[in-house]
């Protein structure tokens, strides 16, 4: 587009050098113990701008060779993004989605961003229940719907139930239900419930409960790099004794909504894998598993109800 559009060449180059700029992105850099380079102020610029124009980095790639043009529109909302983005604010509350598994999913402050290990929990909930088509799949804090959605679009479940006691959180869940629902009308249907842990959940017999709870613990999230701290919700990532609160919790109850011989799937943090993984094998389950992340830490716990 020519009519008076800036080159979108030119308003990458602007990003970039915005983020370079950036004093938030440089003091985070240093907190993780690395620094925040030119390289990575391009990177970061190459995927905001893809991000807020909706196409892929090798699309913007084909974008910027072809010498196209932003329109005011677009390019007021790439400086918005970007200013949001150099005051430390996450990328995906800065552009407003966040890639996960299959799908790309609409963010905000109201849930956590999701995160790439949290794929390999849906990838063990969907290798447990592969050869058992049917039944009903939970997702427990379901937040941006990333958990249920994933095990609705690529599962072979009956329906899933996804819960979470913020009301905003399942408001945005719903949102990309909704996305999903239009793009992928295979997909098992989806029922948001209000309600902590497995309140919402009685009466029902489940083929697996999949849950992210909160697991940080209160005295801990000083130590939480700023960009989760300040900005993503607490209640999310935070949880009472000793961040074992909730794990506790939803053991002590999924017997009694569990089909025979089904599974609770956990996210865990990689210092109470083990700890979760005994609570786990004290409250009576069978074939309890810790599985890895790629990085090789601990990061998911498996556990079977076998009835007496």
């Not at 983005?85 to 966040?98: F, I, S």
């Not at 979760?276 to 090789?296: C, H, I, M, S």
Request: glycine share 8%; aromatic share 4%; charged share 20%.
């Amino acid at each position: 587009m020519t009519d008076g559009g800036r080159l979108l060449r030119d308003v990458l180059h602007e990003v970039a050098r915005l983020l370079s700029a950036s004093a938030w992105l440089a003091e985070d850099a240093r907190a993780a113990g690395a620094e925040f380079t030119g390289g990575d102020a391009d990177r970061e610029a190459r995927w905001l701008v893809a991000a807020v124009l909706d196409v892929t980095p090798g699309e913007l790639g084909r974008l910027l060779s072809d010498g196209r043009h932003a329109s005011g529109i677009e390019a007021a909302s790439i400086d918005r993004a970007a200013r949001r983005r150099a005051l430390g604010e996450p990328m995906a509350y800065c552009v407003g989605t966040a890639p996960f598994r299959q799908l790309v999913l609409q963010v905000d402050r109201r849930v956590l961003i999701p995160r790439p290990e949290t794929e390999i929990v849906v990838g063990e909930a969907l290798r447990l229940t592969a050869n058992h088509p049917g039944g009903i799949a939970v997702d427990i804090g379901t937040g941006s719907g990333a958990i249920a959605l994933s095990l609705a679009t690529e599962g072979r479940f009956s329906r899933v139930i996804a819960t979470d006691l913020s009301d905003e959180a399942l408001a945005v869940a719903a949102a990309n239900a909704a996305l999903v629902a239009a793009a992928a009308p295979h997909a098992s249907p989806v029922e948001f419930r209000p309600g902590a842990d497995l309140a919402p959940l009685r009466g029902i017999r489940a083929r697996v409960i999949v849950a992210n709870p909160p697991y940080i613990a209160y005295s801990e999230t000083a130590a939480l790099p700023r960009s989760v701290r300040d900005w993503e919700p607490t209640v999310a990532l935070v949880a009472s004794d000793q961040g074992m609160a909730r794990y506790a919790a939803i053991l002590a109850g999924a017997h009694e909504l569990l089909e025979p011989f089904g599974w609770v799937v956990f996210e865990v943090d990689a210092r109470r894998a083990q700890q979760t993984a005994a609570l786990a094998t004290t409250q009576g389950y069978q074939q309890v598993t810790v599985g890895r992340d790629l990085t090789g830490r601990d990061r998911v716990v498996l556990a079977q109800h076998v009835p007496a």
